[in-house]
């Protein structure tokens, strides 16, 4: 069974940091791009960073560059989001994604909350 199970999340304050974690199951992880999306209060879901497989190319959305880094460790599993000088738009169900573009495969995980507030 596949799955992806996200870890991390929590209340922080403005300008503080956080590390989320995905852990894969059920999949050839290291054939997968891996995909970290989020979804604020009202708003619709957006894609906020992406690491090519096996991994080394990264990608941005324009909001979060400079403060988060998505890394992976394919001998675990695992990919990252750390996440640092938050701001309280960062507020939101960060979601992790598992991509193969050859055959338009998505799988999710069930999302971590993060919350930036004073």
């Known amino acids: 069974q596949v799955q992806l199970v996200e870890s991390g999340g929590g209340l922080v304050q403005p300008g503080g940091s956080l590390r989320l974690s995905c852990v894969a199951s059920?999949?050839?992880?290291?054939?997968?791009?891996m995909r970290w999306y989020r979804q604020g209060p009202g708003k619709e879901r957006e894609l906020v960073a992406h690491?090519?497989?096996?991994?080394?190319?990264?990608t941005y959305t324009d909001s979060v560059k400079g403060r988060f880094t998505i890394s992976r460790d394919n001998a675990k599993n695992t990919v990252y989001l750390q996440m640092n000088s938050l701001k309280p738009e960062d507020t939101a169900v960060y979601y992790c994604?598992?991509?193969?573009?050859?055959?338009?495969?998505?799988?999710w995980g069930q999302g971590t909350q993060v919350t930036v507030s004073s």
């Open positions: 690491i090519t497989s096996p991994g080394g190319r990264t």
């Open positions: 059920g999949f050839t992880f290291s054939n997968y791009a």
């Open positions: 994604n598992a991509h193969w573009a050859l055959s338009d495969r998505n799988y």
